[in-house]
C-alpha cells in the first residue's frame, strides 16, 4: 500500500529564513504528489501539485517542490519565510484505491520565530 | 463561488447521540470525498462519492454512514457517536473521481467533540 512519511513533526525558522520541508513516499509506479497547507482553525490549500514533467514545481506563497525518484521525495522549499507561513504542512500522494484517495503524512507543523 | 463548504463548524455530542455533517460544493464536481483528521495520522478517507447516485467505503468507514443528495451535496452521518469518533473532519471535492491526475479541493473542515 502506499505511504507517505513526513519525518519531522515540528519545525522552527526564523522569518527571513530557508525552509525545507521533506516528504518521502512508498509507490510502485509514477507517484501523482501534492502539498497542501493547514493555517490553524482553516481547511486545506493547495499549495503545488506534481504529474509529470519538470521535477522542480512552483506553486503558491513562493513555494516549489522537488520531486527526485531516485529518493522518493518531494520536499518542499521556500528560500525567504515569512510569519504568515506559520502553519502544517501535508504531503499526499494518489493511491488507486478508494476511487484515487489522496494518502497523507502525519504533517509538519511549520513555526516561525520573528 | 464558495467551493466546498461544511456545516457545522463545531459539534459537541454526548455518547449515543447521533448526528449530520453537511456539505456542499458549487464547482460542478462528480466527486466528493469524506476525511477524518487525527493527530499525528493526517487524514483518512471515510466514504466517497466517484459521482451522484453512487457512494462506496474509503478505509475507514465503521460507525458513519453517507447519502450523495444530489451532485452538490455529500453528507456524512454518525448513527450512535463514540469518543473515538472526537475529531476533525473534511470535506473534498474533484471534477470527477477515477483519474488519478487530479485535485481534490477541500472545505474548512468540522471539528467535532464526543463526550
Known amino acids: 500500500a502506499q505511504s507517505v512519511t513526513q519525518p519531522d513533526i515540528h519545525i522552527t525558522v526564523s522569518e527571513g529564513a530557508s525552509l525545507e520541508l521533506r516528504c518521502n513516499y512508498s509507490?510502485?509506479?509514477?507517484?501523482?504528489l501534492f502539498w497542501y497547507v493547514q493555517s490553524p482553525g482553516q481547511g486545506l490549500q493547495l499549495l503545488l501539485k506534481?504529474?509529470?514533467?519538470?521535477?522542480l514545481v512552483q506553486g503558491i506563497k513562493g513555494f516549489e517542490a522537488e520531486f527526485k525518484r531516485s529518493q522518493s521525495s518531494f520536499n518542499l522549499r521556500k528560500p525567504s519565510v515569512h510569519w504568515s507561513d506559520a502553519a502544517e504542512y501535508f504531503c499526499?500522494?494518489?493511491?488507486?484505491?478508494?476511487?484515487?484517495?489522496?494518502?497523507f503524512g502525519a504533517g509538519t507543523i511549520l513555526r516561525v520565530k520573528s | 463561488n464558495a467551493g466546498v463548504t461544511q456545516t457545522p463548524k463545531f459539534q459537541v455530542l454526548k455518547t449515543g447521540q447521533s448526528m449530520t455533517l453537511q456539505c456542499a460544493q458549487d464547482m460542478n464536481h462528480n466527486s466528493m470525498y469524506w476525511y477524518r483528521q487525527d493527530p499525528g495520522m493526517g487524514l483518512r478517507l471515510i466514504y466517497y462519492s466517484a459521482s451522484e447516485g453512487t457512494t462506496d467505503k474509503g478505509e475507514v468507514p465503521n460507525g458513519y454512514n453517507v447519502s450523495r443528495l444530489n451532485k452538490r451535496e455529500f453528507s456524512l452521518r454518525l448513527e450512535s457517536a463514540a469518543p473515538s469518533q472526537t475529531s476533525v473532519y473534511f470535506c473534498?471535492?474533484?471534477?470527477?473521481?477515477?483519474?488519478?491526475?487530479?485535485?481534490?479541493?477541500f472545505g474548512p473542515g468540522t471539528r467535532l467533540l464526543v463526550l
Open positions: 473534498a471535492s474533484s471534477v470527477r473521481g477515477g483519474r488519478i491526475r487530479e485535485t481534490q479541493y
Open positions: 509507490y510502485g509506479a509514477t507517484p501523482y
Open positions: 499526499a500522494v494518489v493511491s488507486m484505491e478508494y476511487g484515487n484517495k489522496l494518502v
Open positions: 506534481y504529474f509529470s514533467g519538470d521535477t
